[in-house]
């Protein structure tokens, strides 16, 4: 059946914090891994949902600067979803025209971690369907410390008159994406959780008690039809 957006205003990037996993497989009897699985598989069908219903930008965060204080275990399994998953994101990006890019610290990821990222993301820099950015080992605090920006004033790239809130953006993570309309908590949470926290200053919220494996196409068009109920000032009146 064809979804009937007729009259929504599409928000042109949706960023997701895909939290219940573990949840979701306590839930079952199942152990937490159980949950990443099945949640690795959902991401790789809202990148289709998402670009189906016109948005243009997806940022998911899969693991927070956070998360290594995790169980060995599962920090060990998260790591292998996440080399499994750039393995099948490679051919879905091909197959689906997407662009990927990753977000956060990837200089702590293991070695043969960051060279299946850095191939995906030169692979798909030239692909013009869907934006899809992956923060992993992502930290908000962590990508605002200043030293980049403390190291290019150093080096003479501007003076501190030029540096305002525009120019700041050039070196985050996020830079040439604009800042997300619409951010999506799955689980019921209602925190951010180290997420985007520079980016999303004027971001609509939702969320929704859907556990992330559970959430699909219909979840992502109930929380584009709460965006359109909202009233954005920015400020104004
Ligand atoms: C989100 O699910 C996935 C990651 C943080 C990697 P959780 O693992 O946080 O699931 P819950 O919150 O314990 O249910
Ligand atoms: C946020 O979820 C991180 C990701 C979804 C990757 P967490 O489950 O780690 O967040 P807290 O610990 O509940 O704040
Ligand atoms: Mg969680």
Redesign the pocket.
Known sequence: MADNLEGLKIPEHVAI???GN?RWAKKRLMPRNFGHKQGGKVVEQICRDAYDLGIKYLTV????T??WSRPQSEVDTLMDLLREYMSTCMENSQKNNMRVRVIGDKSKLDEDLQQKIAALEEASKDYTGLNFQV?LNYGGRDEIAVKKVAENYKNGEFTLDQLNPELFEEYLDTKGIPDPELVIRTSG?K?L???LLWQVAYSEFYYPEVLWPDFNKKELIKAIEQFNKRERRFGGV
Do not use: P, V
């Open positions: 914090i895909m939290d573990g965060y899969a693991f927070s956070e998360n923060a949470e925190r959780s180290n997420f």
